[in-house]
């Protein structure tokens, strides 16, 4: 066995040796056209060279040098310092997704204020000299809470989503993209603007659902087209598998192209377009209770490859920047096992960090791509925006969990518990309580997701937690009533693979104490896209809830704060929701932008379920680094 693989692996190296030494997957002569976006003025990107593969610019071979960066994970007040660092590595482009669900908080009610104004980011990435990518999927994953997909396309149990043959998601997409053509087709290339193409869909050849199918990147080109709009691409895994989706004239994206195998699949696969690579991976993302963040040092290596040989790339990501409040995503398998929720950073190891510092790895792209184009006038870098300490303050227990109150916080009865989506929420709190009889000690059985905590009456008898796997607590004896408890806290719905389709929050199926269905209920749900508030018979006493502090500052910039002494919970400062804290780490500090905060009084907002007392919070002036476990970047060789 062991000979046969090293058979077949000295195969692939040989392959791979001479596919390198035949084929040109890209042109130096397109290094060479330093074209740049300027405001009404006409550009046009086509195909042409040899076999039609090179990316042309009004008839001349272009290289795109991207480097893709979220605008609504960048603070607005720090976006054109993010377009500029970028532009001062040697890059040419921007892209970005677009994530539908906080564009559509509620269905039919958009929102495209602050970081979520798209127009006025490309409009920016124009006025500093860049070309745009444009991804708005409707599926993007991006680590971010269902890939993209807004949740009320899934409050029923069986929801097909990214394909043609489910009316209700086609008419909610209609409607999502028809928002997105209004912002990108006036700001095309060929009508002025720094588009220079647009992605259609998001890695399809992974999603492995029972109603995968080409007639649906074949919709999505027609929606486009019939706009004005072209040309596109595809961004796939590079085995032929994931590119069994490539339609005929779409350019092919690789995530990612790191050798000139995987190159070669793509030309065989589909004729006449340019094949580049839509994401290179110069670090991985994180989950919580994994390794810290870590640059992928390799993929110096295949940025000397692109820029010796004139391929376009794209950097997955420059800068990862944020995800705040409860836009963060989770991986599982495709039956929903190994579930794993993302940090609230999405740092990536990237070579711009979470608050704009420039890595050493950011200098080593640099002072690569810039030695491949010579004469070319590439700006210094911009200096790293200011990032301050606060001194400890300790903030002051307002009540326990079972005080909070929210606007949909009403109790309600039940006998069969509803999904939280099924209910209008996304993620957040969800309380149920049920009377249970004297007895003896039994097993309680159920299914959180994500993460229970049950109590008897007022006492904590442990957790239910998905991650670990944990399904079942047990319930001491008990000599008359009492009152059962279990809070439910949720991670981001999963956002790669089928599993987007199943993955629902809440008590789910049935609940069992020993061999006896629970079915009286009451559920009171606690949506905390807005800071809980106390209620009117609060008590401070207890595991868990509601700490606030006050905290006067003169002067305001950017700052890390420190959540270590915290167990698991959410902040919020001056109503601005931070995301998400957990003391299995490796994140410890949470970004908080100077624009969060202002002279004077600020309020800041902890909402954990363990702690039973304050600890104190510090702001730090950079993230916390250090290694506690090794986690290896996978760069989608999952």
């Known amino acids: ?56 610019l009004d008839g001349k071979p272009f290289q795109i040098r991207s480097g893709e960066m979220h605008p609504q994970r960048i603070p607005r007040s720090h976006w054109r310092h993010r377009i500029r660092a970028a532009k001062a590595m040697g890059l040419n482009t921007i892209a970005f997704y677009t994530f539908w669900n906080e564009l559509e908080p509620e269905e039919g009610k958009w929102d495209f204020s602050g970081r979520k104004d798209i127009g ?28 993209g997909l807004p949740t009320y396309l899934i409050q029923k149990d069986v929801s097909p989503l990214r394909c043609t043959t489910n009316p209700e998601f086609m008419e909610a997409q209609t409607r999502y993209l028809e928002e997105m053509a209004k912002i990108a087709i006036p700001r095309l290339s060929k009508n ?52 069994r989706f490539v339609i005929p004239g779409v350019a092919v994206g690789l995530d990612p192209a790191d050798h000139a195998g995987q190159m070669q699949h793509a030309l065989r696969l589909a004729p006449g377009v ?56 989770a991986n599982s398998n495709g039956d929903g096992t190994h579930f794993q929720p993302d940090l609230t950073s999405y ?100 299914t959180a997701h994500d993460h229970a905590l049950v109590y008897l009456d007022d006492t904590f008898l442990g957790t239910l937690d998905r991650m670990a796997g944990t399904k079942q607590i047990n319930i001491p004896a008990r000599t008359g009533k009492k009152r059962l408890r279990i809070v439910v806290d949720t991670f981001g719905h999963v956002n790669f693979s089928r599993y987007t389709e199943q993955d629902r929050k809440g008590l789910l199926g049935e609940v069992k104490l020993g061999d006896t269905l629970l079915t009286d209920w009451r559920m009171r749900l606690l949506p905390l896209q807005r800071e809980p508030r106390q209620g009117k018979k609060n008590q401070a006493k207890g595991l868990g809830g509601l700490y606030q502090a006050s905290l006067h500052l003169n002067l305001v910039a950017d700052t890390f704060l420190d959540m270590s002494q915290w167990q698991k919970g959410y902040v919020w400062v001056n109503g601005h929701a931070l995301g998400r804290y957990w003391n299995i780490g490796p994140q410890e500090r949470l970004y908080c932008p100077g624009e969060f905060l202002r002279q004077g009084d600020n309020t800041i907002t902890v909402l954990d379920l ?29």
């Open 274 to 329: 340019p094949v580049f690579s839509s994401e290179t991976y110069p670090g991985w993302l994180r989950h919580w209770g994994e390794g810290n963040w870590a640059p992928s040092r390799n993929t110096l290596n295949s940025v000397r490859w692109y820029m010796k040989d004139g391929i376009s790339f794209n950097l997955f990501v420059l800068h990862g920047g944020t995800s705040f409040g409860l836009t963060a995503g």
């Open 192 to 243: 002025g603007g720094p588009i220079l193409m647009i992605q259609l869909e998001n890695e399809y050849g992974s999603y492995n659902s029972p109603h995968d199918e080409k007639a649906y990147i074949e919709w999505l080109r027609d929606f486009w087209s019939q706009k004005g709009a072209g040309p596109f691409y595809l961004s796939e895994g590079s085995s032929p598998h994931h590119l």
């Open 120 to 147: 006025a980011f490309i409009d920016m990435c124009q006025e500093e000299g860049m070309w745009v990518l444009f991804r708005p999927g409707p599926y993007v994953c991006g680590e971010w809470d269902l890939g």
């Open 610 to 638: 363990y702690a039973e007392q304050a600890a104190p919070i510090t702001g730090e002036p950079e993230r916390n680094l250090e290694i506690k476990k090794h986690t290896k970047s996978l760069n989608n060789n999952w």
């Open 347 to 446: 740092d990536y190891g990237s070579p711009i960090g979470e608050h704009g510092n420039l890595t050493r790895e950011y200098h080593e792209y640099r002072d690569i791509i810039t030695k491949a184009l010579p004469g070319v006038n590439i700006p210094p870098p911009p200096a790293t925006p200011e990032c301050i300490s606060i001194p400890a303050f300790t903030p002051k227990k307002k009540c326990t969990i079972f005080q909070l109150r929210t606007r949909r916080s009403r109790e309600k009865a039940y006998t069969q518990l509803p999904t939280l989506e099924s209910q209008g929420q996304n993620q957040g709190l969800a309380i149920y309580t049920a009377t249970i009889p004297a007895g003896k000690a039994q097993p309680l059985h159920a």
């Open 1 to 56: 066995m062991e000979e046969t693989m090293l058979r077949k692996h000295l195969l692939n190296i040989l392959s791979i040796a001479f596919f390198a030494g035949t084929t040109v997957y890209g042109s130096v002569e397109a290094m060479k056209n330093t074209q740049f976006p300027q405001k009404g003025k006409e550009a046009v990107l086509s195909f042409g060279g040899e076999g039609g593969r090179d990316f042309m």
